[in-house]
């Protein structure tokens, strides 16, 4: 079954350092890619997501995320961390011919001023 | 407009009670889910239904049954509640057919005392 690994469960960052969130999925066709995230109390929000039309993906809020077939990554990132990025993200997959929307662990990203 | 709204936001309740969640999505989606997010953020798919037509259902204790009434409606009932189904409880929605990203309730604190 096709599965998304988020290396890490807990970054963390200083105010204005690069945001790096690492997610690998498992398949030998690329799926459809997703990041989420959750702030404290609250649902799950998208970021972005990779269909394909893309390899670079630009999401809200600054971040983005390079879809790399050879690697078979999918990772996060933001130039510069500001406070209000602390939250938990989710890396996500809808496998090839499905819709199920398989989640990652989560990592939570904690920012330091 | 809230896209996907949850009611209750928060639930207590003794165990061995019944009680129930209800979810209501305005997107125009056909396709509706819940999944279960542990104390440690983890998120499980539990059902998904399409078209009111139940299509998955995770293993899950069947104290839990889900009901749509409609395509924008999806309620989960539990029965005989055990302090293991203390979770929050999301409820999303999404276009099954074309791989795009679901869109999340703010989610239900269910608290089993």
């Known amino acids: 079954a096709q599965s998304v690994t988020q290396l890490g469960s807990h970054v963390s960052v200083s105010e204005g350092a690069l945001v790096l969130l690492r997610c690998n999925y498992s398949s030998s066709v690329p799926p459809y890619l997703f990041w989420y995230v959750q702030y404290p109390n609250q649902g799950l929000q998208l970021l972005l997501k990779y269909t394909s039309a893309a390899t670079l993906v630009k999401g809200i809020n600054g971040f983005e995320a390079e879809f790399k077939k050879s690697e078979t990554s999918f990772h996060l990132t933001k130039p510069s961390a500001h406070m209000s990025d602390a939250a938990e993200y989710f890396c996500?997959?809808?496998?090839?011919?499905?819709?199920?929307?398989?989640f990652g662990a989560g990592t939570r990203l904690f920012v330091k001023a | 407009d809230t896209a996907v709204s949850q009611t209750p936001k928060y639930l207590v309740t003794q165990m061995g009670n019944d009680k129930s969640i209800k979810c209501e999505q305005n997107?125009?989606?056909?396709?509706m889910y819940w999944y279960k997010q542990d104390s440690k953020k983890f998120l499980k798919i539990m059902f998904s239904y399409n078209n009111k037509e139940l299509i998955i259902n995770e293993t899950v204790p069947n104290r839990f049954s889900p009901k749509s009434p409609d395509k924008a409606h999806l309620n989960l009932h539990i029965n005989s509640l055990e302090l293991g189904d203390s979770a929050v409880y999301f409820c999303?929605?999404?276009?099954?057919?074309?791989?795009?990203?679901?869109?999340f309730g703010q989610g239900t604190r269910l608290t089993v005392v």
């Open positions: 999303a929605s999404s276009h099954a057919t074309m791989n795009t990203e679901a869109f």
């Open positions: 997107l125009g989606h056909d396709t």
């Open positions: 996500a997959v809808i496998p090839t011919g499905g819709f199920k929307t398989i």
